[in-house]
């Protein structure tokens, strides 16, 4: 009897370790989830096989308290804020080179925007966004509609080059 108890307890415990790995370390579904599922379920299997009912149901409780009790310890500890990314990302785009373009102004297409491409404005290069979303070619010369924080608007002139 001692024997099968000793048995039981270290396959329920080494159930309990993997699906905690499972839950905690291991992103998806992963062996160490499968080889939990089949540790927890053979434990209390073998109880009720070889203890007895009253053993068996006695060992699926205590399983599923000890599981219970231990996931909400881990969560509870200081050992996730140690293995957590804590670091702020505090780095902006870089939008200067946008304050010195304005409406109004033009400059020609380097890559086709189809509706986004990289224009060149007053010597700058700069993403730009076409107008209604419409293509417009390499080497077309463009004029800019609108300058938000982020994006230039641009609209294709007659002329082409």
Same mark, same amino acid.
């Given at each position: 009897?001692?024997?099968?108890?000793?048995?039981? *307890?270290?396959? &329920?415990?080494?159930? &309990?370790?993997?699906?905690?790995?499972?839950?905690?370390?291991?992103?998806?579904?992963?062996?160490?989830?499968?080889?939990?599922? &089949?540790?927890?379920?053979?434990?209390?299997?073998?109880?009720?096989?070889?203890?007895?009912?009253?053993?068996?149901?006695?060992?699926?409780?205590?399983?599923?308290?000890?599981?219970?009790? *231990?996931?909400?310890?881990?969560?509870?500890?200081?050992?996730?804020?140690?293995?957590?990314?804590?670091?702020?990302?505090?780095?902006?785009?870089?939008? *200067?080179?946008?304050?010195?373009?304005?409406?109004?102004?033009?400059?020609?297409?380097?890559?086709? =925007?189809?509706?986004?491409?990289?224009? *060149?404005?007053?010597? =700058?290069?700069?993403?730009?966004?076409?107008?209604?979303?419409?293509?417009?070619?390499?080497?077309?010369?463009?004029?800019?509609?609108?300058?938000?924080?982020?994006?230039?608007?641009?609209?294709?002139?007659?002329?082409?080059?």
């Amino acid at each position: 009897m001692t024997f099968n108890i000793i048995i039981v *307890s270290l396959v &329920i415990l080494l159930g &309990i370790a993997f699906m905690l790995a499972e839950i905690f370390l291991l992103p998806g579904l992963t062996i160490s989830g499968i080889a939990g599922l &089949i540790f927890l379920v053979g434990g209390v299997f073998y109880a009720y096989m070889y203890m007895g009912a009253w053993a068996g149901n006695l060992t699926l409780v205590i399983t599923v308290f000890l599981l219970l009790a *231990s996931f909400l310890y881990f969560i509870k500890s200081k050992s996730l804020r140690r293995i957590a990314l804590t670091t702020n990302i505090d780095a902006t785009v870089d939008t *200067s080179d946008l304050k010195k373009i304005q409406p109004g102004d033009t400059g020609v297409t380097i890559s086709r =925007l189809n509706p986004m491409g990289k224009v *060149s404005i007053n010597d =700058l290069t700069v993403e730009a966004k076409s107008m209604d979303g419409e293509m417009i070619d390499e080497d077309t010369e463009i004029e800019v509609i609108k300058v938000d924080w982020s994006n230039v608007i641009v609209a294709k002139t007659s002329k082409t080059l």
